[in-house]
């Protein structure tokens, strides 16, 4: 994370493009069904929703189903809801499924089913923040804007010679970045994907590549080591609310109809957990109750 009094000494963008694009096209990873050719702004939206908190290559194949049965704002906003649940399956964090819902009810009304390619316009969505407002704007549009995800905060941080950067992006972070695009749009565009991918797959957090980077010859930290900092922790899922709120998601997701409490209660030994579990999931509609009291997936 670049402190917001801090100019790192970047190189120039003509260089950055001039070295990096030709990497990119040789390994711009194509298998990944969103940037297929023809893929539309709703799709670009929709795997950037699903990639917020999910691996991609997790991501990849509920995105192909989900694309095929609702290839358009209009087609979600339209589904039931409880139907949308259970096409977003096991990806976790499935609050994530609504927004996307809601989003395309907002877009489907009120932007005659076409997403906005104005970051300021795509910010207003529920649940797009600056980083995927940013994304959609450049991924599918085009346009010049600094896309920053951790991996592009590690690549930029490095070029400017600091070993990594911070867990949450600054307004500096965002200058940095956007000093190495080009002016051109459609470049500036693919350079920015490229510096995303670079993070990915060369420039990584505890094993840079350096010898097979192709800005290392331009880049303030190519060739230095890693400093030695705590190990992250993989976060613990098991035992968790999470993993409570899981299975009884997972439950209603597979019955046939409404559940009766006693098949929820089975679901989790520790009631006190359960109970809470369920209560957040009915809070945050993920969840209800038909007239019987049992338990269902939202029909809305």
């Not at 290839?71 to 949308?84: Q, S």
């Not at 905060?153 to 070993?163: E, K, T, Y």
């Not at 209660?265 to 007239?291: F, H, K, N, Y």
């Amino acid at each position: 994370m670049l402190a917001a009094d801090t100019t790192p000494e970047l190189p120039a963008p003509d260089t950055v493009s001039g070295r990096l694009l030709p990497w990119f096209d040789a390994h711009n990873r194509t298998e990944l069904p969103w940037r297929r050719p023809g893929t539309n702004a709703w799709g670009v939206l929709v795997s950037e929703v699903m990639s917020q908190q999910t691996q991609v290559a997790r991501c990849a194949p509920v995105w192909e189903a989900w694309m095929k049965r609702w290839p358009t704002p209009a087609d979600l906003a339209a589904a039931p809801t409880a139907d949308v649940l259970r096409e977003w399956g096991r990806m976790g964090y499935p609050r994530r499924a609504l927004r996307l819902q809601e989003c395309a009810r907002i877009v489907a009304t009120d932007h005659g089913g076409v997403v906005p390619a104005d970051p300021a316009e795509l910010e207003k969505l529920p649940g797009i923040g600056v980083y995927t407002a940013a994304a959609v704007a450049v991924f599918h549009y085009g346009r010049r804007h600094a896309v920053v995800d951790t991996n592009v905060r590690r690549v930029v941080a490095r070029l400017g010679g600091q070993s990594d950067a911070g867990t949450a992006t600054t307004k500096a972070d965002l200058a940095a970045a956007e000093s190495l695009l080009p002016e051109d749009a459609p470049t500036a565009a693919r350079v920015s994907i490229a510096l995303m991918e670079l993070g990915a797959l060369v420039c990584k957090a505890r094993a840079p590549e350096c010898g097979t980077c192709p800005v290392s010859d331009v880049c303030g930290f190519s060739g230095q080591e890693v400093p030695a900092g705590p190990s992250r922790k993989r976060q613990k899922y098991k035992g968790t609310n999470r993993h409570v709120r899981g299975e009884v998601m997972a439950l209603l997701r597979d019955a046939d109809g409404p559940v009766e409490r006693e098949r929820i209660d089975a679901v989790w030994p520790d009631r006190r957990m359960l109970d809470e579990a369920v209560a957040q999931l009915v809070t945050e509609g993920l969840i209800g109750t038909d007239e019987s009291g049992r338990f269902e997936l939202p029909s809305q």
